[in-house]
């Protein structure tokens, strides 16, 4: 992993969106409803298995990035969950733990990240085989809408600012963001500044990320083609209808065959 994604996983947790964290009730919630252990693919920081972990009693975490993975590790250990919470490093599209479990999720919109049908088919099949007869998969999705990003195309736009969690020095986060939309694909330059306490830029990064978008009904498709049955969409985390202004898509569902 580049210098500068090191950097953007040290300050995952501490952006505004991520100390929001909408989407941890609900998933806490299907743990106690459908029980552990659980898989969460995409893992991340374990900004979501690390809080579900004592409920479940076990969740393993799983994520292509090391940086994240040693974020998630060294969380799991300061939040006393080190001995219910591991985390391995894997491909979603690829992975196989060889064990299967109640409970399937992934946080944040890992879905999008995946450029092609055929890359997001591998990762539905890489669920279906985790899935235990009888088990759940549960994530959710942004909804593009178009007047929504017409404000941010094209833009240098400010996040935030925030202390470093480790140096306790200040960071300055901005990002220019380009949409297609026919093609729904969304290219994110981050630009992140470490300051002084002046304001003085010490060091700037640069890092790039691109997102796949997909429409809900496209979405679906794909889903239900690849053998799931929905069991709940929603609109939101909250529980919010899902319709045509909704601006996320949040899902359970199980195996056709299961």
């Given at each position: 992993?580049?210098?500068?994604?090191a950097l953007e996983a040290e300050l995952y947790d501490v952006m505004p969106?991520?100390?929001?964290?909408?989407?941890?009730?609900?998933?806490?919630?299907?743990?106690e409803r459908h029980g552990g252990p659980m898989l969460e693919l995409a893992c991340g920081t374990g900004r979501v298995s690390i809080p579900c972990a004592k409920a479940a009693g076990e969740v393993v975490g799983v994520d292509l990035a090391p940086a994240m993975l040693a974020q998630a590790r060294s969380r799991a250990?300061?939040?006393?969950?080190?001995?219910?919470?591991?985390?391995?490093?894997?491909?979603?599209?690829?992975?196989?733990?060889d064990r299967t479990f109640p409970l399937v999720t992934m946080g944040g919109q890992p879905l999008f990240?995946?450029?092609?049908?055929?890359?997001?088919?591998?990762?539905?099949?890489?669920?279906?085989?985790?899935?235990?007869?009888?088990?759940?998969?549960?994530?959710g999705v942004p909804v593009l809408h178009w007047e929504?990003?017409?404000?941010?195309?094209?833009?240098?736009?400010f996040v935030a600012e925030v202390r470093h969690p480790r140096t306790g020095q200040r960071v300055a986060v901005w990002d220019y963001t380009s949409v297609t939309e026919v093609t729904q694909v969304a290219t994110r330059r981050r630009i992140t500044e470490i300051l002084d306490e002046d304001g003085l830029v010490l060091e700037r990064r640069h890092s790039m990320?691109?997102?796949?978008?997909?429409?809900?009904?496209?979405?679906?498709?794909?889903?239900?083609?690849?053998?799931?049955?929905?069991?709940?969409?929603?609109?939101?985390y909250q529980g919010a209808p899902f319709g045509p202004?909704?601006?996320?898509?949040?899902?359970?569902?199980?195996?056709?065959?299961?």
């Open positions: 992993m580049t210098k500068a994604f969106g991520r100390r929001a964290q909408t989407d941890v009730a609900f998933y806490r919630d299907l743990v250990e300061a939040e006393g969950v080190a001995d219910v919470a591991s985390f391995v490093e894997g491909d979603m599209c690829t992975v196989r733990l990240f995946l450029p092609t049908d055929e890359a997001l088919k591998a990762a539905l099949e890489t669920v279906r085989v985790h899935l235990a007869p009888g088990g759940r998969w549960a994530t929504d990003l017409a404000a941010q195309q094209d833009r240098l736009l990320q691109t997102l796949h978008y997909r429409h809900p009904a496209e979405l679906q498709r794909l889903i239900r083609d690849a053998g799931f049955v929905f069991e709940e969409i929603h609109g939101s202004k909704a601006r996320q898509m949040v899902w359970v569902a199980r195996a056709a065959d299961n």
